[in-house]
């Protein structure tokens, strides 16, 4: 069964620095969004891209976020000068279309660690 | 905006007994609503979804769910637990009414599974 897959499983950066996750959405699905879950807290949505732009983002996706589709299968998050309290799990997910009984598959996670 | 609300953060089972995970949604009624499991060092799995076809929702691994509308739940249940269902399990939403795809998880509750 298709699958999203995400790297690298685990990331430590030092504060201040720039990380990028990566994501590879199954080959047939259009929505992306990525998703974070900080220890012991709710999953939270950060944002959601089709047609190569962001279609909604929260809050929490604030200037320091970034996403980007740089080619036909990657869909990366960048985190441009990270604090400690981006320390969390981040999930891609990808879904067929937009409608609400189209479920969004998720990959196993990426935990980043800010130091 | 649609919202979801899991009574019990831990639930603890003996193996063979019935498992029951509560999940109450928010007051305007959702078209659609998704039970998710997360085992560990894993990502969310869909276990189940209702689409307003059915009020009785049958999943993977033996796990259904009931749409009640008089109550606002869609709680899971299985008759007979497994050790391997312990696992961390989340009620979702989207946020249809106000446009937005993106889910909402509730807090998530965490399955242990006693011998």
């Known amino acids: 069964e298709p699958e999203v897959t995400q790297t690298p499983s685990h990331q430590v950066t030092q504060m201040g620095q720039e990380v990028i996750l990566r994501c590879v959405p199954i080959s047939n699905h259009l929505y992306f969004y990525w998703y974070r879950q900080i220890l012991g807290q709710k999953v939270e949505f950060l944002v959601s891209?089709?047609?190569?732009?962001?279609?909604?983002k929260s809050e929490i996706f604030d200037d320091q976020f970034s996403v980007e589709r740089p080619d036909g299968s990657n869909f990366t998050l960048k985190i441009r000068s990270t604090k400690l309290e981006d320390s969390a799990m981040y999930f891609c997910a990808s879904s067929e279309g937009d409608l609400g009984n189209q479920p969004q598959h998720f990959g196993d996670g990426t935990r980043l660690s800010i130091l | 905006a649609q919202s979801v609300t899991q009574l019990g953060s831990h639930v603890s089972v003996s193996e063979g007994a019935l498992v029951l995970l509560r999940c109450n949604y928010s007051?305007?009624?959702?078209?659609?609503l998704f039970w998710y499991v997360q085992y560990p060092n894993q990502g969310l799995q869909l276990l189940l979804k209702?689409?307003?076809?059915?009020?009785l929702v049958k999943g993977i691994n033996g796990f259904e769910a009931e749409f009640k509308k008089s109550e606002t739940s869609f709680h899971l249940t299985k008759p007979s637990a497994h050790m391997s269902d312990a696992a961390e399990y989340f009620c979702a939403v989207p946020g249809m009414d106000t446009g937005r795809r993106a889910l909402t998880f509730g807090s998530g509750t965490r399955l242990q599974v006693q011998p």
């Open positions: 209702y689409t307003s076809a059915a009020t």
């Open positions: 007051s305007s009624v959702p078209p659609y």
């Open positions: 891209f089709y047609n190569n732009e962001i279609s909604e």
